[in-house]
Every structure is written in structure tokens, then in C-alpha cells.
């Protein structure tokens, strides 16, 4: 069995040959921790996780290294952090609003069967260090003298022209993007592509003293000082969701080719595909923004997850209430068999592996769960499902509707005194539990996110 994967670098599928089988690396793009994740952010998540799992398959659990940074430092963090906590000095506010989301988040994705990764590091920890450890300024520094970025007015900016093969990742030329980008003119930029490694923080905003002043990372530095801190200028993996090709990706990988002179960064570059919901994209306004922890209050963790896992993850994937029922009924049934239990050895199945082998062919994997289902190979098939972090699905509590209706009277008591901060409060409060509110001519209503 060969394992292969899809690299978008190259946009072939290609036999998958590890730099050092007894130390594989991969590296995929955390969450930026402002607010809870939400079900387009669990795919790279779960995605990820089954690859985790199969790599430690193949290479031994020792062998493999799984680094999923969190963003911790960020203008949305600051933002929120002033609304939330407006009475709160903005340093402590945004302590907070990183703590608390960063806690929701790992207790997310552990309901949702995954395995912490190697390490899970902060961005605010690789600024600037001082054990020797490879850190943002750093890095920063070594593309100023390498000539691929420059200082100024307080901000560094890498210089894209003086990388020849700048947009190979995204397949297109520098001329191609510039024409199609939403790109920020600066006065002190020398191309409007060339982006932002570093920039000045206002006295109460975060920020560290550096040779440019006073200031904060930009986005895409921080998981170049972190791979290359933790799995060295050259791993093996780099993956995320496909929005992150371009910028992020194509940027990281330019930063970091360019401070060590090397020609790659990782050797296979690999993207999910998006998720909506009932066919549209997920947005706030349009009412079907689904948070992982809403769908937990309905759905057990194991379903969202095999759910996740029916579509291919390059393919788009429709998040619907059909689809979750139908992998509620399906995984209910492929556990229910002598013998079964959520404990025991973990180990695939040959079958599946063959499946999973080709470029992480889940739905494959699935149709494999069916044959050794019918074929009665109840050992293989539990045996598969643990090595997956799959169990039989878990009854879910279901919403106490009383205090549903206690809640919503104490929102609107505290809409009428005008205090909407604790509106608000109230209204997450209710959302963490599942339930949406509407607010309209006949007061206000309620259901179940689904
Ligand atoms: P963000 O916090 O937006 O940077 O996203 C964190 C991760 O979730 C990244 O890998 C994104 O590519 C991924 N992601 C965000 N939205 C979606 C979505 N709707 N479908 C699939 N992946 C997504
Ligand atoms: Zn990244």
C-alpha cells in the first residue's frame, strides 16, 4: 500500500515519501480565538485528524508530529475584546476573549473525537523569545537582509518582486493578482502586493519593542516562525482550508523559502474544500451560521464527525439536517453489532486503508465500513471505527425548554431597562444552548439550531 496525496503545489496526486519516516511533520492553520468556531472551521479539524491518524498508522505514533497553532493576536481579538469587556483594560480584555475561546474550541473539537495535536502553539509566544528558539522578529529580520523586505514608517513589508516565482502556489502571476486583489495601497508600499510582516501598535493595542518600534506581527509570519521553530525550514505537510491558499499560504511559503534560502517549505501543500449549509454560505446574516457548539447541544460529536467524513474533504460539502440524520441512522447501524464496543484496539482495516491510502477517500473508507458490515467481520469493522475516533452515537440531552422560556423573559426585561449588554449576554447564553431566537411582531420565538 502506497499512500497518496493531492498537493496543490503541483496539482497532481503524488506518492506521499516522507523527509524523515522516523520523524513526519505536519502543520495546519489554527483558529484566530475571538469567538466560537464554527462548523466550516471543524473540517480542516477533522480532516486533519484522520490524516493524523493514518500517518501515525503508517509511521508509528512516535514517528509523527502535528503542530495546529492558535492565532491569539489579532485585530479581530482587539476588537471584540474592546466590546466585550469595554470596562477592562484592553490588554486584560483580550487576555480573556483568547482564554475563554481557546478553551471552547479544544473542548469542540474533543467532542468531535479528535486527538490534541504534538503541539498547539500561540502565536504571542513566537514574537520574540528568549530561549534561542526561532521567533517572528527574527525571521523578520532575516528577509530585511536578505533584501526580500524593507522598513517603513514603523511597518515591514515583504517585498514580493524579490521572489521570482511569487503566486506558484496559487497558479497565478504577480501581474494576474495584482489585477484581481483586493489589495490595500499603502504610501509606503514599493508594490501593492507586498504585505505586512510587521506594524506599529498604538500605546493601549498589543504590541513588542522591536528594531522597527513598537509593534505586532502580521498574520501570515506567524505560522512561518512556528513551523520553523517546531518542525524545522522544511517539513513534510502544510494544511487548511482552500481559502487560505491565497494570501496565507502563498505568503508563508515565500517568507519562509526566502529567509532560508530553500526552495520548499513543506513538500505537500493540502486544502480542504468549503462547507455551507443547506446550500448557501454560512453567514450571520442569512441566519444559518452554525457554531460546532450549538450543533453539539443537538447532534452527538461522533455524528457531526462522520458526517464531516461522507464528502470527499477536497470536495464542496453541503452541511444539512437530512445529511446529519442520515449519518445518525447510518453510524447507529454500523455499530450495532455483536459485540461492539467504543473501547478496545484501534486498528483499520486493509480495506479501508487502500481507501484512505488514496488521497484520504472517506466516503471510499465508508463504503468499506458497509462491506465488512454485511460481511459480518464485527471485530474489523469496531476495531475500524476506534481507529477512526468513531463510537456509537450518544443520546444528546435535549433543551429544557422551561428555562428557555426563563431566559427569554430576563432577555426581554433587560431590553426594556435598556441593558443590552445583558441582552446580549443572554442571547449567547441561549445560543451556546442550541436555541435561536426571533424577535418580531408577536415577541419573541424560539428554536433549535439544526
Ligand atoms: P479562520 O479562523 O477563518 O482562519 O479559519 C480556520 C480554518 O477553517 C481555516 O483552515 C479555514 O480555511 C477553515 N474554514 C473556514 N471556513 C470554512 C468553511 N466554510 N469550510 C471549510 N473550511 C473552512
Ligand atoms: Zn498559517
Known sequence: MELKLYNTLTRTKEPFRPLDPGNVRMYVCGP?????????????????????????????????????????????????????????PLNDAIRRVTEKTERQFHEDVAALGCLAP?????????????????????????????????????????????????????GRSLDEMIAGARVEIAPFKENP??????????????????????????WHIECSAMSAALL???????????????????NELAQTRCAFHSDRMAQVWMHNGFLQVEGAK??????NFLTIRQLLDVWPGEVLRFNMLRTHYRQPLDWTATG???????????????????????????????ALADDLNTPQAITELHVLHKRGEHEALAATLRAFGLRRPQNVTQVD??????????????????????????????????VVIKDGPQGTTWELAR
Open 324 to 354: 446529519l440524520e442520515e449519518s445518525r441512522v447510518t453510524l447507529r447501524s454500523l455499530t450495532d453489532i455483536p459485540g461492539y464496543s467504543d473501547e478496545g484496539a484501534a486498528k483499520f482495516a486493509p480495506s479501508v486503508l487502500d
Open 282 to 287: 454560512m453567514s450571520k446574516s442569512l441566519g
Open 401 to 434: 425548554s422551561g428555562k428557555v422560556d426563563t431566559l427569554i423573559g430576563a432577555r426581554n426585561a433587560a431590553r426594556k431597562a435598556k441593558d443590552f449588554k445583558k441582552a446580549d449576554e443572554i442571547r449567547d447564553e441561549l445560543a451556546s444552548m442550541g
Open 32 to 88: 484566530t480565538v475571538y469567538d466560537f468556531a464554527h462548523i466550516g472551521n471543524a473540517r480542516p479539524v477533522i480532516v486533519f485528524d484522520v490524516l493524523y491518524r493514518l500517518l501515525r498508522h503508517l509511521y508509528g505514533a512516535d514517528h509523527v508530529k502535528y503542530i495546529r497553532n492558535i492565532t491569539d493576536v489579532d485585530d479581530k481579538i482587539n476588537a471584540r475584546a474592546a466590546e466585550e469587556y469595554s470596562g477592562l
Open 193 to 218: 502586493m507586498d504585505f505586512v510582516l510587521w506594524k506599529p501598535s498604538s500605546e493601549n493595542e498589543p504590541g513588542w519593542e522591536s528594531p522597527w518600534g513598537r509593534g505586532r506581527p502580521g
Open 232 to 250: 524545522g525550514k522544511e517539513f513534510d505537510i502544510h494544511g487548511g482550508g482552500i481559502d487560505l491558499v491565497f494570501p496565507h499560504h502563498e
Open 118 to 170: 504534538t503541539d498547539q502553539p500561540r502565536a504571542t509566544e513566537y514574537v520574540r523569545r528568549t530561549d534561542g528558539t526561532l521567533d517572528m522578529v527574527t525571521l523578520i529580520q532575516k528577509l530585511i537582509d536578505h533584501g526580500n523586505a524593507y522598513a517603513k514608517e514603523g511597518h515591514v513589508l515583504f517585498r514580493v518582486d524579490s521572489m521570482p516565482d511569487y503566486g506558484k502556489l496559487a
